[in-house]
C-alpha cells in the first residue's frame, strides 16, 4: 500500500485524526470483483500555506486546501477549498471567510510571501 502524496506549505495547523483517504476505486469492471478492480493513480493532495485542519477532518486525496483556509472539525473535504475560506459540514461547505475584505488578504500575503519564521506556538495576541 502506498498512502496519497501530500504536498504542505509552511504554517500548517493539524488536530488530531486527520486523514487523507483514496481518491477513487474501480468499480466498473464487468466480471471484476471491485476488490480486484485496483484503483486509479492517486493524485498530490495540496495544503497550501497557513491552513488550519480541524480534529476528525477527513481529506479526500486530490483535493487543494487552498491558502490560509479553516477546516472545521469532522468535515469531510471531497472538493478543493478556496484560499481564505472557512469551510465545515458533510460534504464540507463554505461556512464563512477569514478575513472581511480584501485588503486584509494582501496583508496576509505578504506575510506569507516571506521566508517562515518561527514563533511562539498559540501565543496569544489579545489586548
Not at 35 to 48: D, K, M, N, Q, W
Request: charged content about 20%.
Amino acid at each position: 500500500w502506498i498512502g496519497p502524496k501530500v504536498v504542505m506549505g509552511k504554517y500548517v495547523m493539524t488536530a488530531a485524526n486527520v486523514t487523507i483517504i483514496g481518491d477513487d476505486h474501480n468499480y466498473n469492471i464487468s466480471g471484476t470483483p471491485v476488490i480486484f478492480s485496483g484503483r486509479p493513480e492517486l493524485r498530490a493532495t495540496v495544503i497550501e500555506d497557513d491552513v488550519w485542519i480541524g480534529q476528525n477532518v477527513s481529506i479526500r486525496a486530490g483535493v487543494v486546501i487552498g491558502r490560509g483556509a479553516i477546516v472545521g472539525m469532522g468535515a469531510v473535504v471531497t472538493k478543493d477549498v478556496e484560499p481564505y475560506s472557512i469551510v465545515g459540514g458533510v460534504p464540507a461547505k463554505v461556512i464563512g471567510a477569514r478575513f472581511g475584505n480584501a485588503e486584509q488578504i494582501a496583508i496576509h500575503d505578504e506575510m506569507l510571501s516571506r521566508p517562515a519564521t518561527l514563533g511562539k506556538y498559540c501565543e496569544s495576541k489579545a489586548s
